[in-house]
């Protein structure tokens, strides 16, 4: 399967495991590629893998700590561009919102990232961060 956008093609995840389609692994190509690799990053604690110790969110630094509200969403902002930041593909970071969870609930984060990507289209993703 080959990609004309120049967001590559991956196997097909759905729930975590690999999706079959007709008896064979389901491929996805293009713009669903790309945002389901940006979620693996967000969904991977940062340092976890033992062959790449720079990728992953940084959860920890946020979560130990104890900030308010503000702070936290601000930590969760500059961790946010600095993990999707990374990936080749992503040109630029234009904007993220990190919505305030509701009162007594700073387990799970709800994000939304603007970013630019390497073939010149603006896209908006929903993220949910949480441990």
């Known amino acids: 399967m080959a ?8 196997l097909e995840l759905r729930d975590g495991d690999l999706a079959l ?7 996805v190509c293009g713009l669903p590629n790309l945002v389901q690799a940006l979620t693996l990053r967000v969904l991977t604690p940062l340092g ?3 062959f790449t110790t720079t990728y992953g969110l940084d959860l920890a630094g946020m979560f130990s700590q104890a900030t308010g ?8 902002r500059l961790s946010l561009v600095r ?3 990374t990936d080749p593909r992503v040109r630029e970071i234009r904007d993220v919102t990190v919505l305030a969870p ?6 799970h984060w709800q994000a939304e990232v603007t970013l630019l990507t390497v073939d010149g289209a603006q896209h ?3 993220f949910t961060v949480g441990v």
């Open 21 to 27: 389609d007709g008896g064979r692994l389901a491929e």
């Open 69 to 76: 509200t503000r702070t936290a969403q601000d930590l969760l």
């Open 48 to 50: 976890s893998d033992r």
């Open 124 to 126: 908006r993703l929903p």
């Open 3 to 10: 990609s004309t956008t120049g967001l590559g093609h991956s």
């Open 83 to 85: 993990t999707l930041g």
């Open 102 to 107: 509701p009162d007594g609930e700073r387990r």
